[in-house]
């Protein structure tokens, strides 16, 4: 079970879903281009928010970092678009080590139809 939403995880339990390897989401985030999904920052950060707990981490309210999540990746994803590759990202939501189930969301949500207005318009023009 993944630290960042144990609820989603139970629900989880028992639904089939696609195993997504280490190495193979390592390889996504290395050859993913999130650019499309960053014209969109409020639907992006509306996927993360479903699948990812984006507040502050307990256990490092202390440090030197008292931002949360979503603050970093408004800043670093978001609005300085190069700060962060999107390996960072996976690795700042814990992607590599996030449950199957998760990570399948995660990807699914992903998809231009998900989370792209163009890519629905695009598609209905196509069927009309």
Same mark, same amino acid.
């Given at each position: 079970?993944?630290?960042?939403?144990?609820?989603?995880?139970?629900l989880w339990?028992?639904?089939?879903?696609?195993? #997504?390897?280490?190495? $193979?989401?390592?390889?996504?985030?290395r050859d993913?281009?999130? $650019?499309? +999904?960053?014209?969109?920052?409020?639907?992006?950060?509306?996927?993360?928010?479903?699948?990812?707990?984006?507040?502050?981490?307990?256990?490092?309210?202390?440090?030197? +970092?008292?931002? $949360?999540?979503?603050?970093?990746?408004?800043? +670093? #994803?978001?609005?300085?678009?190069?700060?962060?590759? $999107?390996?960072?990202?996976?690795?700042?939501?814990?992607?590599?080590?996030?449950?199957?189930?998760?990570?399948?969301?995660?990807?699914?949500g992903l998809?231009?139809?998900?989370?792209?207005?163009? @890519?629905?318009?695009?598609? @209905?023009? @196509?069927?009309?």
């Open positions: 079970m993944s630290e960042g939403n144990p609820l989603q995880d139970v339990l028992g639904r089939p879903y696609l195993e #997504v390897p280490g190495r $193979t989401r390592r390889e996504l985030a993913f281009d999130l $650019t499309d +999904h960053l014209a969109y920052p409020d639907r992006f950060l509306a996927l993360l928010g479903r699948l990812w707990d984006l507040s502050e981490d307990e256990f490092n309210v202390w440090g030197p +970092h008292l931002g $949360t999540l979503r603050d970093d990746i408004q800043r +670093h #994803v978001i609005r300085f678009r190069d700060d962060w590759s $999107t390996e960072r990202l996976f690795e700042e939501l814990r992607a590599f080590e996030a449950p199957h189930p998760c990570v399948g969301r995660f990807l699914e998809s231009p139809s998900a989370v792209l207005p163009e @890519a629905l318009s695009g598609s @209905a023009r @196509a069927v009309g």
